[in-house]
């Protein structure tokens, strides 16, 4: 079930031991996603082909943790390539208040590693009784979220066994751009989405083992900032760090942060600007600047030289990833930057405090 | 222009100045309740006529900063008691990225105190553009985002000068609660709005200079808890936190926090949890517990007598506000505690770092 360290990965600089269950599954992405993006089209194509016959008029995605952050990558996939109002769901309307809300007409997907969780079930199984789309996006295909879908999209990812996911997350997001592909039937996006697994072996060989500044090693907090399709890798970044380090690391959209939570920053905050090349450069570089002004520590994930030259910690990128699959590349670095930290501070990745492989919430 | 202050306020305990801005606002809440819920109602049945003839198949809502936590409050009201499904909106797929999410059939909600910032506004014109009902919650009614909806509810919550948003927090939350009693017809509904400045004049008077512990005068960080309706509420106790303080409060439903930032909880990083009555009563008790377990400091906002006991710092609410109302009065205490947070750190809150009351984005 497990899957092998593909060949382009780097070796751990300046360690001995075997490298964890954490790192292991950050050095397999590669493999993992060339194996979905060669394995999975055929079923793709025939879930994007029931899409496009039901019409959807909006679409209401379900989720938690990791998955939830694949969720808000889905929300600015579908509304700019294919003009769909994405709703997050708010399972406890239903499990805690026993409400419906009506999902007549929608596209309703369940997003999860294990399939496990009560409250995406409910939340499928309510859409399938209103007559919904409903589509299961998960690595286990004999789950139960699976099995009251009427329609799946599985990841390949192989068994996840380090507790805070990585592969199962660049498996999930590849499978939304995967069927965002298939619906715009474009066959250049397709050579894109074979690249990637080389792009992500880049970025894991140019972010192993990154020198941390002693701002990063020590602060108890930060912020981390993206926007648009890197909205989801900010949450995502944020969320590795608090897993494994338990730095308290906060997720914001630029336009977010500038209405209230800026007043936070000064040298005490250090900030980690998620800026691959795109449309939302001009918010990236007024991040850059902000952090200058009021002197708070920099670290920054880009491909653009200019702006990794303003960075305390450039997290470097590689180049020629379009815009709308950067965020599969981009929190590479990120899930690196959890490791170096949790390592820092002699912790072990594979050993967070309180959490297991499978959560069950109601 | 200005409100004043209500009788039913409390004093602020041995403090000789006058209350700031920030302060002064808080206390003038019952007030602009009670002018809203009585100056209010006609208009808001209109909207709620037009609302009901024109049976939107989902609502899609846009906002930033305190007005998009009220958004998260409407988010469940309108699930729980009107079964409708709510999108926030993500306006940088129209500003940043040119699209247009398809809103035909939807209500679409702008929610600003200023009315003035140009994404919202993008959205609201888009979505008239095609056809959806347009409605602008704010506080000035000459404002663009007032002029360019087709439905207006004004907050009638006299200028807000304080930078931090508290008055118009607390309207706009009752502006969408008196739109819930207008469509259910509801004149029970009714009396409970009607009871409001009463609960909000008891929840100021009892949290008034709330005894500080020292790890609340101290901590860099915190975690807010909420679920269902009071999910809003810990995104803006931890806003207000923030922007008074500088302290990092990151909120959390308690099913979010189980699936990955659990584990950052240990004597270091206190917890806030919002609990009044209702359907999340055990989801709260299972959060005090995690918190005396991994011996987190806690403070409590409740109206459970027994949950109060078990806090580290308990800030009381009255009883008698039924759960779906309970937001309006839970948040006063939090209001109150970054006032105190601030104070303590020998900050004023009126003087936010790097804020302006109107926060233009795009």
């Not at 600015?76 to 007549?104: D, E």
């Not at 699976?146 to 192989?158: D, H, I, N, V, Y």
């Not at 080389?198 to 500044?213: C, K, Q, Y």
Request: net charge negative; aromatic share 6%; glycine share 8%.
């Amino acid at each position: 079930v497990n899957d092998h360290v593909p060949a382009g990965g780097a070796a751990p600089a300046d360690r001995s031991e075997t490298p964890g269950l954490f790192e292991q599954e950050i050095r397999e992405q590669p493999a993992c996603l060339e194996r979905l993006v060669r394995q999975g089209r055929a079923g793709t194509l025939e879930v994007a082909e029931r899409l496009r016959a039901f019409g959807p008029c909006f679409v209401v995605i379900v989720a938690r943790g990791s998955s939830d952050n694949v969720a808000r990558y889905a929300q600015y996939l579908f509304g700019i390539r294919h003009g769909l109002t994405v709703a997050l769901a708010t399972p406890s309307v239903q499990t805690r208040y026993g409400a419906s809300p009506s999902l007549g007409g929608a596209l309703v997907v369940g997003v999860s590693q294990s399939g496990r969780s009560p409250d995406l079930l409910a939340v499928i199984e309510e859409g399938r009784r209103q007559g919904a789309l409903t589509l299961a996006v998960t690595n286990d295909s004999q789950s139960a979220l699976a099995q009251a879908a009427e329609l799946r999209l599985p990841l390949l990812a192989g068994e996840e066994r380090a507790v805070a996911a990585t592969k199962t997350y660049a498996n999930q997001l590849l499978a939304f751009a995967m069927l965002s592909a298939a619906l715009q039937g474009d066959e250049e996006a397709w050579g894109h989405l074979g690249a990637l697994p080389e792009a992500v072996a880049a970025a894991i060989a140019e972010n192993t083992s990154p020198a941390l500044p002693e701002y990063l090693q020590e602060t108890p907090r930060l912020a981390v900032l993206g926007r648009g399709y890197n909205f989801s890798t900010a949450f995502e970044v944020a969320l590795k760090v608090k897993e494994t380090s338990y730095v308290m690391a906060e997720p914001y959209s630029f336009a977010d942060f500038l209405h209230g939570p800026v007043a936070m920053v000064d040298p005490s905050l250090p900030l980690v600007v998620i800026a691959p090349s795109g449309r939302t450069d001009e918010d990236a570089d007024a991040a850059v600047e902000l952090a200058h002004r009021l002197q708070a520590p920099l670290a920054v994930v880009s491909d653009r030289a200019g702006l990794l030259a303003e960075a305390d910690c450039p997290l470097p990128l590689p180049k020629a990833v379009p815009e709308w699959l950067s965020p599969i590349v981009a929190v590479v670095p990120g899930q690196l930057l959890g490791l170096a930290l949790a390592e820092s501070r002699g912790l072990d990745p594979d050993q967070p405090r309180g959490l297991s492989k499978v959560t069950r919430t109601l």
